[in-house]
């Protein structure tokens, strides 16, 4: 991409096709929020937001109030749900910019309905219960009575009735099943008492593809859109993939003799005389110093090794193989180029973690470029950029 050091190419027709996926496991009756919190885990939540409502998606999921308030400053009028818990400081622009939020107990409930009786408005409101993720949420045994609490607040609609699943990736899904089973005897209870909002929603990505019965009104799904384990995706046979490549290119190159010293404290010492490409990207941009001479890059379609040091700004290749490598010459970190691939989940599985943590902390100066797969119908064939978007992590 020309005039950029380091960027991420985002592809737009990839995120349509995984939402498709998506769409037609649960079918047209069962609502899609798509989560974009981190900022669409780092692929940018304003652009990723309006194309998974164009593809279908029904509503969006955010990790906080300055999120939401971000979609919202953008022209996003549909649904948006805080999925997190917000601080009493937040409240005032949640209810102004409607904003449904998740409560987790009833120790808010007076201000959120003070606060949107103030604004005459009426905040929705989804009861998160906690039945076995031991994150947020109200226990199973409370949820009757603090969405008795909510209905009572004229200003406060119960809109929504929610759990997160936390194994849905193990073998056994005992525990998940476990954690149906608690969620289904709140809802019951709750039906019984005549008060069942009208969205019920469980599942994530995969679970919505593993428990059929967490479908319920609604399912939440994240890297399912933007294609974050491949791996996992193929044992379950789900036709869905990648929408991401990091790229960066050469800005220097120089011939070094045998035994010549790469980066910091000497990490890498050359076997042989060889050439030496340095990449402006380093652990400021989100490629982890973890990495230091344990990861590879693509120059030309061939694999080259990272040697030496990651450090702040730049990496070092060694491309002494690679004769006809120039200065300038794209070098792919994560994704295509020619036969050879590779996998974020390649390099997350190199230093232990999974591939969306690698994402969420790609970071201000990875360009985010927007593109269009050019052998099919196109939205957009001109590649569109954002601006920068804010660097955000949740959890
Ligand atoms: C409450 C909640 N729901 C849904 C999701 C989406 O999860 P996934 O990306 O696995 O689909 C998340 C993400 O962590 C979440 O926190």
Same mark, same amino acid.
């Given at each position: ?20 996926? +998506? *769409?037609?496991?649960?079918? *047209? ?8 919190k ?23 999921g955010?990790?906080d109030s ?14 948006i ?18 904003? #449904? ?14 606060? #949107? ?10 009861? %998160?219960?906690?039945?076995g993720?031991?994150?947020?949420g ?31 990736a ?16 709140a ?14 929603h ?44 990091? %790229?960066t290119?050469?800005?220097?190159? %120089? ?22 490409a ?20 693509? +120059? ?35 994704? *295509? ?12 599985r ?13 970071? *201000? ?13 196109a939205?957009?064939? %001109? ?8 660097? #955000?992590?949740?959890?």
């Amino acid at each position: 991409m020309r005039g950029h050091r380091v960027w991420a190419e985002i592809d737009l027709t990839a995120l349509r096709r995984n939402i498709a996926v +998506v *769409r037609s496991e649960v079918g *047209r009756r069962t609502r899609i929020m798509a989560v974009v919190k981190a900022d669409a885990y780092g692929h940018g939540a304003v652009q990723i937001s309006n194309h998974a409502l164009a593809a279908g998606c029904d509503a969006l999921g955010v990790g906080d109030s300055a999120e939401a308030l971000e979609l919202r400053d953008s022209g996003i009028t549909r649904p948006i749900l805080i999925l997190g818990a917000i601080i009493e400081e937040e409240i005032p622009q949640v209810v102004e910019y409607d904003v #449904a939020v998740s409560v987790h107990s009833s120790d808010l409930l007076d201000l959120l309905d003070r606060e #949107a009786r103030r604004q005459h408005r009426l905040l929705r409101v989804h009861l %998160k219960i906690d039945t076995g993720m031991g994150r947020l949420g109200a226990s199973p045994a409370r949820a009757a009575e603090i969405a008795r609490e909510i209905v009572s607040r004229r200003n406060l609609e119960l809109e929504g009735l929610c759990t997160h699943l936390s194994s849905v990736a193990s073998a056994n899904g005992a525990y998940t099943r476990q954690q149906l089973d608690r969620f289904q005897e709140a809802v019951a209870e709750l039906d019984r008492l005549g008060l069942r909002p009208p969205i019920i929603h469980v599942a994530n990505s995969v679970g919505l593809f593993t428990f059929r019965e967490a479908h319920f009104d609604m399912v939440r799904t994240g890297i399912t859109l933007y294609g974050l384990g491949p791996g996992l995706f193929a044992r379950l046979n789900l036709s869905l993939h990648p929408i991401l490549s990091l %790229k960066t290119r050469i800005a220097f190159l %120089k011939n070094v003799p045998e035994e010549s010293a790469i980066g910091y404290d000497q990490s890498y010492v050359t076997p042989k005389a060889t050439r030496i490409a340095t990449c402006p990207v380093g652990y400021n941009d989100g490629y982890p110093r973890l990495l230091t001479n344990r990861a590879f890059a693509l +120059v030309r379609g061939r694999r080259v090794p990272v040697v030496g040091t990651v450090t702040m700004d730049y990496i070092m290749l060694d491309v002494g193989d690679l004769e006809e490598a120039g200065v300038g010459d794209e070098v792919t970190l994560v994704g *295509r180029d020619g036969l050879e691939e590779i996998r974020l989940e390649e390099l997350a599985r190199t230093i232990g973690t999974i591939p969306y943590e690698l994402t969420c902390g790609f970071g *201000r100066r990875v360009r985010r470029v927007y593109l269009e797969t050019p052998d099919l119908p196109a939205v957009a064939r %001109k590649p569109i950029e954002t601006p920068l978007s804010l660097r #955000a992590c949740g959890s």
